[in-house]
Nanobody
């Protein structure tokens, strides 16, 4: 069982930066693929970024490549999403999720555990 708690969301102007954190419980945190998803108003939830067990591999959605960076610190059971050059279209509720799969998958059914979400709002 893994419990996930996101933090770091807020209101930021376009072009600004935010860093999201996701703290996980449980001794097996390092054995989970960790990813961030987001859901904008009126839209389906979408994959944003994922990181492998050790942090050595990452995957990003095309819409955030070059602007967002995912990382993890297994000693702190925490995964991060550094967001830069934010755009109004990045406005969404951001969720972290944990998957027991071996690879970084971008589909929701691959993820067993989800956080409650944190709101990110980017003003123009």
């Amino acid at each position: 069982q893994v419990q996930l708690i996101e933090s770091g969301g807020g209101l930021v102007q376009a072009g600004g930066s935010l860093r999201l954190s996701c703290a996980g419980s449980g001794r097996t945190f390092s054995r989970y693929i960790m990813s961030w998803f987001r859901q904008a108003p009126g839209k389906e939830r979408e994959f944003v970024a994922g990181v492998s067990w050790t942090g050595g591999r990452t995957t990003y959605a095309d819409s955030v490549k070059g602007r967002f960076t995912i990382s993890r610190d297994n000693t702190k059971n925490t995964v991060y999403l550094q967001m830069s050059s934010l755009k109004p279209e990045d406005t969404a509720v951001y969720y972290c999720a944990a998957s027991p799969q071996l690879g970084i998958l971008t589909i929701e059914p691959s993820y067993d555990y989800w956080g409650q979400g944190t709101q990110v709002t980017v003003s123009s």
